[in-house]
């Protein structure tokens, strides 16, 4: 498809790693986009691989590779390269930090360099942005991740068009929300102390979002970011249909995203959606929402009690153990 000559209203954001070959699949994406981003409006953060979890799996260093390939597609655009790797959670509130501070930054698109973009992922974007501005409650929206709380609590089958979203894949976010959900991130990022995931102090993670009320065993910046949403009362709406592929089989972990089973998906038109068809999906989003939240902690409520018997388990054999051993020497 060829670009309509459109250029996006909103400033775009991406973070880049250690992966020259999704770099070039995913900007590939981007060139054929039916509403092309604007290189003078857009930052690349290539965060970097001293300390990362490459560094330690010892899998080559090429962030070079991605520097010459953003050049190559993106030669207006600002690049920030750190020396030292700062992590996903780091490099994305960094990222929209900048991007935030350009002007007509109302909203920011933020993208990750292990996707392929459906040719009208932008499109798409911008057409939700203005759609949300139905709600005050709407501060981020994508055409991706479905909730996966829907694997336990699917949606009603007459459902359509706008459904509750998570992750950070490929969204955009209102500036008013990042501000106010800052000081609560700003908490997150030092307790992570610039550690990579596979070497982040879980404990202290989890007592820093625990005393802001965000409960994340895992301490995973995704995890976080979705349980502010709730935290501040607002809503993440994606799109009926998944708009892109997700590429990302290297990476810190081997989570891969569940495909969720959403009604009228194969029939889905995100761009003939109107803002009275987002008003009146309203109230059901919320409900949802309230919903999913509940499943959540019913969940962690599930793992703390399993693991606590765990625990007592353990100590009713051990305390049975030591038991047989001081009868058998006291024989």
């Not at 309203?282 to 765990?310: C, N, T």
Request: glycine content about 6%; hydrophobic content about 40%; some cysteine.
């Amino acid at each position: 498809m060829v670009n309509s000559g459109s250029i996006a209203t909103w400033p775009v954001g991406i973070r880049l790693f250690n992966r020259p070959d999704y770099t070039r699949k995913f900007l590939e994406s981007l060139k054929t986009q039916t509403v092309a981003i604007d290189p003078k409006r857009t930052i690349c953060f290539i965060d970097g691989y001293p300390k990362s979890s490459d560094y330690f799996l010892k899998v080559p260093d090429r962030t070079q590779e991605v520097a010459d390939i953003v050049k190559e597609y993106l030669p207006e655009a600002r690049v920030i390269r750190v020396e030292r790797n700062v992590g996903l959670a780091k490099a994305l509130y960094t990222l929209q930090g900048e991007v935030f501070t350009l002007e007509r930054s109302d909203w920011g698109i933020f993208l990750e360099d292990d996707l392929v973009l459906d040719d009208t992922y932008i499109e798409v974007l911008e057409h939700l942005i203005d759609l949300a501005a139905v709600s005050e409650k709407i501060v981020k929206v994508a055409a991706c991740q479905f909730h996966m709380g829907y694997q336990k609590l699917p949606p009603a089958p007459e459902r359509k068009n706008f459904f509750i979203g998570q992750g950070t894949q490929a969204f955009a976010e209102k500036k008013t929300y990042f501000q106010e959900r800052s000081s609560v991130t700003t908490s997150y990022l030092e307790a992570l102390n610039g550690s990579s995931y596979l070497h982040k102090n879980r404990e202290q993670v989890f007592a820093a979002l625990a005393a802001h009320g965000i409960f994340n065993f895992m301490g995973n910046n995704d995890g976080a970011l979705d349980q502010m949403i709730g935290l501040f009362g607002k809503l993440h709406v994606v799109a009926g249909k998944q708009l892109l592929q997700d590429i990302g089989i290297q990476g810190e972990t081997s989570f891969r995203y569940p495909e969720i089973q959403i009604p009228h998906v194969e029939g889905a038109k995100p761009l003939a959606t109107t803002a009275d068809d987002l008003t009146s999906a309203l109230p059901e989003l919320e409900r949802e929402f309230a919903s999913l939240q509940r499943q959540y902690f019913s969940d962690i409520w599930q793992v703390y009690r399993r693991a606590d018997s765990v625990q007592h388990t353990i100590r009713f054999i051990a305390q049975r153990t030591l038991q047989r051993i001081k009868a058998r020497f006291t024989r």
